[in-house]
């Protein structure tokens, strides 16, 4: 299974955007029974967890520092997850990654992802 993030750019603090993870794969695999995360990593920094959704979308899991102002989707139809980030700050600044986890829920401990997609940059202008 292969996954693209896409949707970063530059945006000014207060804005939004709205980033996209693709996934594809042989013989039809797809992500539709793998809970989904999305972390980041910023200059400098360890990667860190922001945002987690369950297989079915029913059950979603945030850190405390984008809570409120992120929402992470699904669509299982179109193998595509999303994460919609509202009320940008400066320090939200990174690179964003999705992972597909072993299991059919999230975890915020990145080792219980086995697929990781190439990142996209999130530029927060102050």
């Known amino acids: 299974v292969q996954l693209q993030a896409s949707g970063g750019g530059l945006v000014q603090a207060g804005g939004s955007l709205r980033l996209s993870c693709a996934a594809s794969g042989a013989s039809g695999r797809t992500i539709s029974n793998n809970g989904v995360g999305w972390f980041r990593q910023a200059p400098g920094k360890e990667r860190e967890f922001v945002a987690g959704?369950?297989?079915?979308?029913?059950?979603?899991t945030y850190s405390d520092s984008v809570k409120g102002r992120f929402t992470i989707s699904r669509d299982r139809a179109k193998n595509m997850v999303y994460l919609q980030m509202s009320s940008l700050k400066p320090e939200d600044t990174a690179v964003y990654s999705c992972a597909a986890s072993r299991s059919p829920y999230s975890s915020t401990n990145h080792s219980q992802y086995n697929y990781w997609g190439q990142g996209t940059l999130v530029t927060v202008s102050s």
């Open positions: 959704i369950s297989w079915s979308g029913a059950s979603t």
